[in-house]
């Protein structure tokens, strides 16, 4: 079973930046993708950026340009580093690592007021 541990979400002004962190156990974590989706209230699910294996990202556009993925294999950890943050990115964040089928973390609230 994979277990995960989040970090570094938190209330913050419009302008503002967080880090989001995930960190993952009992997964070879160079061998999968991962990526960041987040939730608002009342909304799905929704793609914020992606990590491929080969370290390829891709970001959702609302977000390209102000937010940046990344990841250390050696320790298993990933991360989302999120600048100029807006009343709109006011979501819980979710990080996954997936190949065949998708493991999960247990969410973080990121709160953006303006």
């Known amino acids: 079973q994979v277990q995960f541990v989040e970090s570094g979400g938190g209330l913050v002004q419009a302008g503002g930046s967080l880090r989001l962190s995930c960190a993952a156990s009992?997964?070879?974590?160079?061998?999968?993708?991962v990526a960041w989706y987040r939730q608002a209230p009342g909304q799905q699910r929704e793609l914020v950026a992606t990590?491929?294996?080969?370290?390829?990202?891709n970001y959702a556009d609302s977000v390209k340009g102000r937010f940046t993925i990344s990841r250390d294999n050696g320790k298993n950890t990933m991360y989302l580093q999120m600048n100029s943050l807006k009343p709109e990115d006011t979501a819980v964040y979710y990080c996954?690592?997936?190949?065949?089928?998708?493991?999960w973390g247990q969410g973080i609230q990121v709160t953006v007021s303006s």
């Open positions: 996954t690592v997936y190949w065949t089928e998708h493991y």
């Open positions: 009992d997964i070879i974590f160079s061998m999968n993708h």
């Open positions: 990590n491929n294996r080969n370290g390829i990202t």
